[in-house]
Structure formats: structure tokens, C-alpha cells
């Protein structure tokens, strides 16, 4: 069975720090494009960070850069996302999501481009 087996997530100051990790199982995982995504309450599902390109560049949604940083360890089979600096904005839900489409820079991720997803893991930051 595929699994995707997300963990990190926690309650933390602004300006505070998490990283999160995501085990996935079940799949030849180097073969799989990657990502986050995150849902805060009444809004929709969003792209974070997604490495999902054949020259393994990353993606970063404008709200995140500078202070996410996704990596992928294909010996443990994980994900990870690394969220420094973290404001009450980036409350939600995260996802990690898996693929086996590869994309070409500058496409414009959405939820419905991975298949495979996690349970989420629930960050929350206050002021």
C-alpha cells in the first residue's frame, strides 16, 4: 500500500520555527515529483513548495520565500519542509502530496496535479 505518513506540525510563537517530515512508502519514491500544500480554515487547498520539475528545481509560493525550505532525502524516502520565521498567516493544514508527473518550470501547481497525499499535520501560530 502507498502511504504518506506527514509529522512536524505543532503550535509556535511568530517568528518561531517547524519542520516538517513526510515518509513515503510503498512507491519507488525517487521516481515521484513532490510537494506541500496547505488549507487554512474556509480557504482552499494551495500549493507551498513543490519539487517537481526534471532538473529538481523548487518551487515557492511568493508567501513563503525566503523563509521555507522544502528538501527531499530519497535514501529515507522522506520529504521535508523546513518553515522559518513563521507568522499567524501560515496557519492551516499541511499536506504532503507525491506525483509521478514531472512538470516543466514556471507551471503553476495545483492540488489536483498529485494523486498520491498525506493526512496533514496542523500548524498553528499565534501572535
Known amino acids: 500500500d502507498v502511504q504518506l505518513q506527514a509529522s512536524g506540525g505543532g503550535l509556535v510563537q511568530a517568528g518561531g520555527s517547524l519542520r516538517l517530515s513526510c515518509v513515503v512508502s510503498?512507491?519507488?519514491?525517487?521516481?515521484?515529483?513532490i510537494g506541500w500544500f496547505r488549507q487554512a480554515p474556509g480557504k482552499e487547498r494551495e500549493a507551498v513548495s513543490c519539487i517537481a520539475t526534471t532538473d529538481d528545481s523548487t518551487y515557492y509560493a511568493d508567501s513563503v520565500k525566503g523563509r521555507f525550505t522544502m528538501s527531499r532525502d530519497n535514501a529515507k524516502n522522506t520529504m521535508y519542509l523546513q518553515m522559518n520565521n513563521l507568522k499567524p498567516d501560515d496557519t492551516a493544514l499541511y499536506y504532503c502530496?507525491?506525483?509521478?508527473?514531472?512538470?516543466?518550470?514556471?507551471?503553476?501547481?495545483?492540488?489536483?496535479?498529485?494523486?498520491?497525499w498525506g493526512q496533514g499535520t496542523l500548524v498553528t501560530v499565534s501572535s
Open positions: 510503498g512507491v519507488t519514491f525517487d521516481d515521484y515529483a
Open positions: 502530496a507525491a506525483d509521478r508527473t514531472w512538470y516543466s518550470e514556471n507551471h503553476v501547481y495545483t492540488p489536483a496535479d498529485f494523486d498520491l
